[in-house]
């Protein structure tokens, strides 16, 4: 069976351009343009990978996330934005975020099709189940609020560039 990849952005063709990069590794891809259609994919299909933007509206890609690991709290996942400050590098995002939403992977937009099928075959392949970190990552996905979504985008808020 070939892994499952959520694709989360709110321009149709931004996903296109995601799904055509994914295409030549032949995975089973859905997609979503909004929290409720992603939450209730997530929710019917068993998702490996979740990649999600990070501004989407209404709503931040944290958000999504954070929805989404109360389902699904193994899933893997790449942050991807073009909004957030250049300088900021994939450790620093995790790290304003860490405490309140696991993200796998922080992606620059924009992302190569071949970046970003390398991304995803990384998280892919690295399945190790350490079952300790997983009971904990259960338990945190189950114990996380909307509150904590909502304070780490705020935290990643602050990184975001200044549009002039």
Sequence with gaps: MPARILLVDDEPAVLRGWVKALRPAHYAVFTAETEADAVKIATAEPIDVVIVDYILGPVTGVEVLNA??????????????????????????????????????????????????????????????????????????RDSKLEDATEASSRLNQHLKHRG
């Design 68 to 141: 989404i690991r109360k389902r699904r709290p193994l899933v893997r996942s790449i942050l991807i934005s073009g909004q957030i400050d250049d300088h900021l590098d994939e450790e620093s995002v995790r790290g304003l975020i860490r405490d309140k939403v696991e993200v796998d992977l922080y992606l620059h937009k924009p992302v190569r099709n071949h970046e970003l099928r390398s991304a995803v075959s990384e998280l892919i392949a690295n399945k190790e189940i350490d079952w300790k970190v997983w009971a904990q990552k259960v338990k945190a996905a």
